[in-house]
């Protein structure tokens, strides 16, 4: 449920700062910032230029200013440069990227890297230039394990920023990221394609309106032609060429729609039997690998792919061709008589397919396709001007006649104008800024769009749309927007509320099961001025509900996220360490009494319980803070009143620390493990060691001294993982775990592990650990 509170005063921009990749289709980066936080979006290089001015202009932007980078998908345009930012900038956020877009970036960048090292001599000037190597293999494994990853549909979120991948179609891993900072919402589509094809699903309309909308724009307002056409055309013009004993070549980046093609001429050859003994040849010094991930990650393909592995009786995938070789380079290709060549790069900038191209290039019978979108200043833009000769790359000053056939049909897997606008239709931002496109298909864009929408301007309802060029600062304002969750009991007593209105109002099963869920379904209003005193006004707003009633409950702000709650679920909700200036809280956990008694001994050694019968159970931490249960209250968990006298600070920090204490033992991972082995030695050993730790926490009480701290992450580690755990000098240890091992630094608080899963379940306990160890008034206190 949510609320949104407006606040009149409360304006602030948001910047779109181009690096690339606006006004031009090459090197996109783009950098948004809001409320001080900083999002980069893709990291490409440009296809036409070399060295490092194909790369973003970083040195224009404080890239220790970037929170996260977001990786749209593995073309070079959009993740060419990330090892160079990560391994030789100011950059210290953190990189994420699908998992298939990961498995394919290694090899891929292994690959630019490789030709690029070579790729010198293909420069204007014809001399090798090592200096045009952009980084190293080295780069890329070093960079490779700091990469995270993030399904489909799943959210992330972290330090305020939270984001959402979904599907973009274009190629394998591609996605395109939801993202939300302080109640700003903001969708980047990276490149994308409205279109299902053999293999990928078509990009999705998330279900959340974005306030802007940043979109590719690469075919401007141009049409494409429907995929069963291009199919069409293109086997027709393969057939004949072969037919009349010709060569074709069809340029392909290594990785994306090459994979969609090779579907397409296994499909064709299986059906023509005349074409049966003609080779098709997949060349590319990555094809092998390429097959691989292709095999791998037929799950995140889409039911086409599905349905012929059911078919097939999942012996086979069906990237394992019939008719198609895979080769590495043109020395295993033995060049008799027609043959189908699908080689890398698309571009034609260097390697196999210019090496066949110019070999092919003076024979009229010969045909090359262009089935990619081609990159100004480069030979694939430039053969679609069918000139009369090119240029040798081996030798700039040598010519070749050009008189091999050339066609434009193009798989490029963009939005075209009509899949453009009705996607925009669908997502309904208000402000539109295009980007990946070059100026004048973007600036036909923007002007069709601008008079699609001409009849709202001046309306609530207004489209802005922007076209920046590089580092152009684009600052929009956005009118002060603060949105309140409504959560916990709270929000289910609203819930039952507004399943009352509907049930009345309405009898479709189906909307009721939706209010059902407690998550974000409902939006309300606030009246701005009435926040402050707890106050807000519910108003109908998406969807058919209707409500007069009035909320009240605590509003806590977290980062940007403004919740609003019952007290008692606080801790579920916030997970926030939290304290109240009085002298008494009520707390409630969902733990027994002997657990709760166990967290308090493992903290303090000793409590002094003073009753324990039937109706109320009490006991005296340090002499200082009371804990009493009311047992007569039923239900779950146990209702906690904690008292003290707060008439000196370390009485308040002790409390501070017992209600920490409370409101952690629900998360404790040592909890579940007590729980469900109650006797095990682990637990006996734990508390001897957190004996040794009591005179410690007595002098410097609930203080974070540092061998107190790691004594207490120590004591967490070992009732996770016993005997796995062995220490390394005073500061160190090892843990060690089937076939992992996790090296831990108590002083630097770091885990080094090559296990993710491993890792996280560590550093989860060390938060823990130190979060127990520091007083509360270190942390947030929102209440
Ligand atoms: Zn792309
Ligand atoms: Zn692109």
């Not at 993202?179 to 700003?184: P, T």
């Not at 279900?207 to 069409?232: A, C, M, N, V, Y």
């Not at 682990?682 to 926490?697: A, F, G, P, Y």
């Not at 220490?727 to 091992?741: H, L, S, T």
Request: with cysteine; glycine share 6%; charged share 25%.
């Amino acid at each position: 449920m949510v609320v949104d509170v407006k606040d009149s005063d409360d304006s602030e921009a948001f910047n779109f700062f181009g690096l690339g990749g606006c006004n031009e289709v090459g090197r996109s980066c783009h950098i948004i910032e809001y409320k001080n936080k900083v999002v980069m979006l893709d990291a490409g290089i440009h296809p036409a230029l070399s060295g490092h001015s194909s790369f973003p202009y970083y040195d224009e932007y404080d890239l220790s200013k970037v929170d996260i980078l977001l990786i749209s998908h593995f073309h070079l345009d959009h993740a060419g440069s990330l090892p160079y930012v990560m391994q030789h900038t100011n950059f210290k956020g953190k990189v994420f990227m699908t998992h298939a877009t990961k498995a394919v970036y290694r090899w891929l960048l292994k690959d630019f890297v490789r030709v690029t090292s070579i790729g010198g001599e293909n420069r204007n000037d014809g001399a090798p230039d090592a200096s045009t190597n952009l980084y190293t293999d080295d780069d890329i494994m070093d960079s490779f394990d700091r990469i995270e990853t993030i399904d489909y549909h799943s959210t992330i979120e972290i330090d305020g920023i939270r984001f959402t991948a979904f599907h973009a179609g274009h190629v394998l891993g591609a996605c395109m990221y939801f993202i939300e900072i302080g109640g700003l919402k903001v969708l980047f589509t990276g490149d994308f394609s409205r279109e299902e094809n053999r293999h990928l699903h078509a990009a999705e309309i998330p279900p959340t309106r974005p306030d802007i909308l940043i979109s590719e724009s690469t075919f401007g307002t141009g049409t494409l032609e429907p995929l069963p056409e291009l199919e069409k055309r293109l086997t027709q013009n393969i057939h004949a060429t072969i037919s009349k004993g010709g060569r074709v070549l069809m340029p392909v980046f290594a990785l994306g729609n090459a994979q969609e093609l090779l579907l397409i001429l296994e499909e064709y050859w299986s059906q023509h039997e005349d074409l049966q003994n003609i080779n098709i040849y997949y060349a590319s010094s990555l094809a092998k690998k390429c097959m691989a991930v292709y095999q791998t990650y037929t799950n995140v393909m889409n039911d086409n792919i599905r349905l012929s592995m059911t078919n097939s009786g999942q012996k086979s995938s069906p990237f394992d061709f019939k008719y198609i070789k895979s080769i590495k380079d043109v020395s295993k290709f033995q060049d008799f008589g027609p043959s189908v060549v699908v080689a890398s790069p698309g571009m034609l900038q260097g390697g196999v397919s210019r090496q066949l191209l110019e070999k092919w290039a003076p024979d009229p019978k010969n045909l090359v396709v262009m089935t990619g979108f081609s990159v100004e200043g480069t030979m694939a833009k430039e053969l679609l001007k069918e000139p009369h000769t090119i240029q040798s790359s081996v030798n700039p000053d040598l010519t070749i006649p050009r008189r091999l056939n050339v066609q434009d049909i193009s798989f490029a897997a963009h939005v075209d104008f009509q899949q453009n606008t009705s996607f925009i239709e669908k997502v309904q931002p208000s402000k539109i800024i295009l980007v990946h496109g070059d100026s004048v298909p973007m600036g036909r864009l923007k002007s069709a769009l601008l008079s699609k929408y001409s009849s709202r301007k001046g309306t609530d309802q207004e489209v802005r749309v922007y076209n920046p060029k590089n580092c152009e600062e684009l600052k929009i304002g956005i009118k002060g927007l603060k949105v309140a969750k409504v959560l916990g009991s709270l929000a289910d007593e609203q819930l039952i509320h507004l399943k009352e209105v509907v049930q009345k109002e309405l009898d479709k099963s189906s909307q009721i099961e939706e209010l059902e869920d407690s998550e974000v379904k409902t939006e309300m209003e606030i009246d701005g001025d009435e926040k402050e005193k707890e106050k807000e006004k519910p108003k109908e707003e998406n969807g058919n509900l209707k409500t007069g009633q009035f909320l009240s409950g605590v509003l806590v702000s977290k980062d940007f996220d403004l919740n609003l709650l019952q007290l008692q679920d606080l801790h579920e909700y916030t997970q926030l360490s939290t304290s109240i200036v009085k002298s008494k809280i009520n707390v409630k956990i969902n733990a027994d009494i002997s657990l709760m008694k166990w967290h308090l001994e493992q903290m303090f050694g000793y409590i002094n319980i003073l009753n324990d019968d039937e109706e109320e159970w009490e006991c005296v931490v340090m002499d200082v803070v009371d804990i009493f249960i009311d047992r007569t209250k039923t239900g779950n968990g146990l209702y906690i009143t904690v008292e003290w006298i707060n008439d000196n600070l370390m009485a308040d920090s002790l409390a501070d620390s017992v209600i920490a204490i409370l409101y952690s033992i629900d998360a404790s991972p040592a909890s579940v493990k007590l729980s469900s082995h109650v006797h095990s030695h682990n637990h006996t050993e734990v508390k001897s060691e957190q004996q040794e730790d009591i005179s410690l926490e007595k002098s410097a009480h609930a203080n974070s001294e540092i061998s107190s701290r790691v004594h207490r992450i120590a004591s967490l580690l070992e009732a996770q993982f016993g005997e796995s755990l062995i220490p390394e000098g005073d500061d160190k240890a090892v843990i060690k775990f089937g076939k992992n091992e996790a090296k831990i630094d108590y002083l630097n608080l770091t885990v080094q592990c090559a296990s993710k899963v491993l890792r996280d379940r560590i550093e989860n306990i060390i938060k823990r650990g130190t979060a127990l160890a520091a007083p509360l008034s270190q942390f947030q206190k929102t209440v």
